[in-house]
């Protein structure tokens, strides 16, 4: 029967593949692509599979794309077939969805060999042989080139002008010889020779440089000086103008802060209001802006030397405050004597009051989704110093399409007001010299949240804090304060019924009460996309209610808790980290790691931290074989819960996630992974009477909870649909010579998959 099976995969494959090739124009070949063999035992294995991987990037045209041997897209060009006119589902098919045959008689196999020399001989194979052929079978075409480099020529001297030169620019260019691209000993390399002149374009510019180029750097290459080695010359070309000889210094920056892109007349109108500031003239006769915001934002000051580095923060921090909607600048030689540059800024501000309705599509951790809808005001100069004042006012319902809380849908509706402050507000100056602008950030909110059948709270939250960025990888946020409280507001007799038979639940609707600072630091490089080892951090501390419990003398464990307001304030130290690990493994694949460690330590004023700052693992985002917030505390499961009722949430003080994810495109925007994840929380303080097992002890890596699966992403870019079907490998509340339960996986039992096949629908990566 399997081998059946077989037979009609082979035949349906064979029909596919001939079909590509049947539509081919008379005495022509599919082109299927082009393979390089380096062919040389002066290069090790591995340099040499390195060149070839290099090399076959540059060959031209591309093959048809493909997938697992076929090539779906060109099948549909096919099939669709010559539309009769430029509309319709055959035009659709073939000119949006299929893709033309590429030609075996469009590739020119002498032009890729010479790219192929010429790259050769750029990454110092200088005596590089290449050669051109192919093969054919079954009307298609395979281009098949042949390099012989040789040895590599390495670089024997690097020679950079004399300190002794009377030129000062010459002084210059030597003294940044120090960490200089070019080394003694390094292959000879084209593309690092462009780039140590363009190193040395961005020192010089920084130093007052502003008119010089790297096309006024000649770097010699003298290769007979044998050995196969190459000694290089670092000069500036005598043809360099005067003026890039020279350094410059700021003299008047001016600024057009209401600048119009289509007014002609715009400077005209300005030129009578002069305003001077400082060391700025600012042409502003509306008085749109206050000049401090230009004090806190401009890194030129009168009589400067010119910096690039200064001049690209400026305009960077200009376009960051994020009330421009252009910004551009440009430097003039000024009427002065000696060597200076007028800067002047024109920037064109957004309109100054905005409303945004948005309607959005949310997923969580709990495995609930569902949609929101956002109203928001804006002001972006609330105080003429570019302060973004925000109003939001929003209403959603999320709800959970399988798991046992079907039906308990949440509905929510609030809003919020926020002041943004585009600086430091302390009671000292800061000095800040990053590209992104520090902000301030006060906030007041409010929310209602109604869980249908079950209760509905009421959240009041105010905070104040600053966030700031000393690069694009890093990023701090300071809350000096945040308030929280939160109240019930009604209570079904549904849950309290399950209060009674899970005594724990009450913790939910208890009054909350959380103050004090929190703080959280970001590190990623992610951004950098084709990089092998990536990384993101995110480490989180929170101190509630500290300074209250030291003063009042709070000792709940003893029986003498305090209140603040009538209600018992939460007093706790919390901490969280986030790493996560990206190996990329290939062009379209990587592996992907994560592991989350947190601790919440209550003490004085509480004996466990407040329900909702406290962990929750399990779900979509999570370890995906198990119910949102069904794992935990350690070995502890509810065995008396109603199966025709709600799955409650399952919380706790300490948490450890390790989560391993190989992710790899199969075709177009569909994506494919393979996961595992292991996990638990644990309560700080023991619950035997209610949650036996729960308490964090010695043997909590018995206690993980461990599950595998698979998934595909449909990555369109600005969203990702993800779809996972996992199941679990350990279950922690097991006796302990029975948690792993490989031995009763079975794909075939129905009531093996109805207990254990977990499906989610998430949007976007799980982290």
């Known amino acids: 029967m399997r081998s059946r099976y077989l037979y009609i995969l082979f035949a349906i494959v064979t029909i596919y ?16 692509g082009g393979e390089v063999k380096v062919e040389d035992t002066a290069i090790s294995r591995s340099d040499r599979k390195e060149l070839e991987k290099q090399m076959e990037d540059l060959l031209r045209p591309r093959p048809n794309k493909g997938f697992l041997g076929l090539r779906p897209k060109l099948y549909i060009y096919n099939l669709a077939g010559e539309p009769k006119k430029e509309k319709g589902l055959r035009y659709w098919l073939r ?63 690097v020679i950079f002008p004399s300190d002794s030169t009377s030129t000062p620019l010459d002084s210059m260019i030597s003294a940044l010889k120090r960490r200089s691209r070019l080394r003694p000993g390094r292959p000879y390399d084209l593309e690092v020779i462009k780039q140590e002149r363009e190193r040395i374009d961005e020192r010089l510019k920084n130093r007052g440089y502003y008119y010089f180029k790297p096309d006024y750097l000649l770097i010699q290459v003298d290769s007979t000086v044998g050995d196969r080695q190459v000694d290089l010359i670092v000069k500036v070309k005598d043809e360099t103008p005067e003026r890039a000889k020279q350094i410059w210094r700021i003299n008047d920056i001016v600024i057009y802060p209401n600048y119009s892109l289509t007014t002609k007349d715009t400077l005209q109108y300005m030129r009578d209001s002069a305003e001077v500031y400082k060391d700025y003239t600012i042409y502003d006769p509306q008085h749109t802006f206050r000049p401090i915001i230009y004090d806190r934002t401009m890194f030129f000051h009168k009589g400067d ?58 997923t969580n951790s709990a495995n609930y989704n569902g949609s929101e809808l956002n109203v928001n005001w804006s ?27 079907k039906g308990y849908n949440v509905y929510r509706f609030g809003g919020e007001a926020s002041l943004v402050w585009p600086r430091f507000i302390t009671p000292f100056r800061i000095i800040d010299s990053s590209a992104f602008v520090p902000r301030t950030r006060a906030m007041v909110s409010y929310e209602y949240q109604n869980r249908a059948k ?46 009674e038979a899970n005594p724990p639940l009450q913790r939910v609707i208890e009054k909350q009460f959380i103050f004090g600072p929190t703080y959280s630091y970001t590190f990623t490089n992610t951004m950098r996309k084709f990089k092998k080892h990536t990384f993101f951090y995110k480490g989180a501390f929170d101190a509630a209610g500290t300074l209250a419990g030291l003063a009042s003398g709070a000792d709940a464990k003893g029986g003498d808790p305090k209140e603040v307001l009538g209600v018992q304030f939460s007093q706790f130290l919390k901490m969280e980290h986030d790493f996560r690990y990206y190996l990329r493994l290939g062009r379209n694949s990587q592996l992907a790691n994560r592991i989350i460690a947190g601790v919440g330590l209550p003490y004085g004023n509480s004996t466990e931290l407040p329900f909702m700052r406290q962990f929750f693992i399990g779900g979509t985002n999570s370890i995906r074989a198990f119910r949102a917030r069904s794992i935990g505390p350690g070995s502890y499961y509810p065995t008396d819960v109603n199966p025709n009722s709600f799955l409650p949430d399952q919380s706790g003080d300490i948490k450890l996630e390790l989560n391993s994810e ?45 599950g595998t699966g698979a998934g595909l992403r449909i990555d369109v870019t600005f969203l990702v649909l993800r779809l996972d079907l996992a199941f679990p490998l350990r279950k922690p509340w097991l006796p302990e010579s029975e948690r792993w339960v490989f031995d009763q996986i079975d794909f075939g039992s129905k009531s093996w998959r109805r207990e254990n096949l977990v499906f989610n629908i998430a949007i976007g990566y799980p982290f």
Request: proline letters at 4%; glycine letters at 6%.
């Open 305 to 362: 030397i010119y910096s690039r580095r200064d001049h690209n923060l400026s305009l960077n921090r200009l376009v960051n405050l994020g009330t421009f909607k252009f910004v551009k600048n440009e430097f003039r030689p000024s009427d002065t004597l000696g060597n200076f540059l007028d800067a002047y800024y024109y920037m064109t501000p957004l309109p100054k009051k905005s409303i945004r309705v948005e309607v959005l599509g949310k």
């Open 379 to 405: 002001n972006r100069n609330a105080f003429r110093a570019a302060e973004l004042l925000t109003l939001t006012g929003f209403g959603g319902v999320e709800v959970q399409v399988s798991g046992q809380n």
């Open 454 to 499: 079950l209760y509905s709270l009421n959240s009041f939250r105010a905070q104040f804090g600053y966030l700031w960025k000393p690069n694009i990888r890093v990023e701090h946020q300071l809350n000096v304060t945040d308030i929280n409280y939160v109240s019930p507001a009604t209570v079904t007799d549904e849950y309290r019924a399950e209060i």
């Open 17 to 32: 593949g001939c079909s590509n090739t049947k539509y081919l124009p008379e005495g022509d070949m599919l082109y299927v």
């Open 662 to 706: 190989y992710r790899a495109q199969l075709f177009s925007v569909v994506h494919g992974a393979l996961f595992v994840d292991a996990g638990n929380i644990w309560l700080w303080n023991a619950d035997e009477e209610h949650r036996p097992g729960a308490q964090f002890s010695s043997k909590f890596l018995d206690e993980l909870a461990v």
């Open 95 to 157: 000119n949006k969805v299929g893709e033309p045959p590429v030609l075996f008689s469009q590739v020119d196999l002498d032009y890729n060999a010479d790219i192929l020399q010429n790259y050769a001989e750029n990454k110092g194979y200088f005596k590089a042989r290449t050669s051109a052929d192919s093969t054919s079978r079954n009307r298609r075409a395979k281009a098949q080139y042949t390099v012989r480099p040789g040895r590599q020529y390495t670089i024997r001297n």
